[in-house]
Every structure is written in structure tokens, then in C-alpha cells.
């Protein structure tokens, strides 16, 4: 069973900076894209970064280039998004997703989701 | 940016009602178009790809079709355990884009 688990949301400052990781696994993990997507509260859904499998592209939201960085290690089935430069606007559930049925650009499955509230 | 535009925003219905969502992407999208159901509190659930594939476990009640830029999901007969919040998402190019959501709700 694929199953995906987020960690590192929190509470941070304006300006402030957080590391958020997502433990895969039950899949192998080199051979997929992962990605970034966030859900402000009360609010849809909005795609923020993905990674390739092999060759580690990378690609952003205009909304938080310059600011995130996504980072995998296939080593560890890990897939990390390093939040720098905070704003009120940045808070939202953070998920992280697999690259869904035959490698395309779909979400699938979801992990639970954490919470990173920017706020002083 | 593509933008992709859910119609309607709400919907109310009974249980055993036909539904259908509409959602139109600002251009051409081909079949790059996903569906995806979400109840509070919990991550969105993947239903259909390349707009008209059931995914795996998903109940046959719901179908998808359209390709382009028009694209509707019909539930055929709602149960309890659909009302939820249904967005569709283009898959066609960076940045992927996610329609505002349509909110089912029971009558």
C-alpha cells in the first residue's frame, strides 16, 4: 500500500523559514514525480512544486519561486520542501502527492496533510 | 496559466439524484484533466484521469468526459458518501491549475 506522511508544519513568523518532509513508501519511489500542493484554510487547492523521479527537475509556482525549495533523496524515500521568506499567504495545509496512473501529471494518492500557520 | 472554471460552485441534491459538474479549461487541454473528491478535514481522494478513466476502486457510479477545454463529472445516482467537495485539475502543462471546487450538498 503507497502511503505518504508530511511532517515539520508549525507555527512561524513572518519572514520565517521551515523545512517540511514527506516519508514515502510502499512504491518505488525513484521511478515517480512527487509533488507539493496546498489548501489555504477555507479555501482549493493550489499546486506549489514537483520533482521528477530521475533526474531531480524541478518546478514552481510563480507564487513561491525563489522562496521554496523541493529536494527528494532516493535513498530514503524522502521528499522535503524548504520554506524560506514566509508570508501570511503561505499558510495553508501542505500535502504532499505521488504522480498518479501512468506517470502523468495527476495526484495520486495524497499524504494527511500538515499545517504551517505564518503569523506573529 | 491555464485556468480551469468549475461550474456550479454549490449544488444541492438528494440521494439517488443524477449529477453532473462542469469544468472548462481557459485553453486547450486534450484528455489532461483529473477529478478528485474531498471531505473536510481529509485529503483530496484521486476519481478519474485523462478525463473519462475510472480509477481503481472507484464506484462506477461516477464517470467523466469531455476533452479540449469542456469537461463534466456525473455521479449517476448520489449516495450519502458523495457529498463532498469535487475538483477537477489540468494536467497539460506547469503550473497545474485545480478549478475553484464544487461543493455537493445534501438536500
Known amino acids: 500500500e503507497v502511503q505518504l506522511l508530511e511532517s515539520g508544519g508549525g507555527l512561524v513568523q513572518p519572514g520565517g523559514s521551515l523545512r517540511l518532509s514527506c516519508a514515502a513508501s510502499g512504491f518505488i519511489y525513484s521511478n515517480y514525480a512527487m509533488s507539493w500542493v496546498r489548501q489555504a484554510p477555507g479555501k482549493g487547492l493550489e499546486w506549489v512544486s514537483t520533482i521528477s523521479g530521475n533526474d531531480g527537475s524541478t518546478y514552481y509556482a510563480d507564487a513561491v519561486k525563489g522562496r521554496f525549495t523541493i529536494s527528494r533523496d532516493n535513498s530514503k524515500n524522502t521528499l522535503c520542501l524548504q520554506m524560506n521568506s514566509l508570508r501570511a499567504e503561505d499558510t495553508a495545509v501542505y500535502y504532499c502527492a505521488k504522480d498518479g496512473v501512468g506517470g502523468a501529471n495527476w495526484f495520486d494518492p495524497w499524504g494527511q496533510g500538515t499545517l504551517v500557520t505564518v503569523s506573529s | 496559466d491555464i485556468q480551469m472554471t468549475q461550474s456550479p460552485s454549490s449544488v444541492s441534491a438528494s440521494v439517488g439524484d443524477r449529477v453532473t459538474i462542469t469544468c472548462r479549461a481557459s485553453?486547450?487541454?486534450?484528455?489532461?484533466l483529473a477529478w478528485y473528491q474531498q471531505k473536510p478535514g481529509k485529503a483530496p481522494k484521486f476519481l478519474i484521469y485523462a478525463a473519462s478513466s475510472l480509477q481503481s476502486g472507484v464506484p462506477s457510479r461516477f464517470s467523466g468526459s469531455g476533452s479540449g477545454t469542456d469537461f463534466t463529472l456525473t455521479i449517476s445516482s448520489l449516495q450519502p458518501e458523495d457529498f463532498a467537495t469535487y475538483y477537477c485539475q489540468q494536467a497539460n502543462s506547469f503550473p497545474f491549475t485545480f478549478g475553484q471546487g464544487t461543493r455537493l450538498e445534501i438536500k
Open positions: 485553453q486547450g487541454i486534450s484528455s489532461w
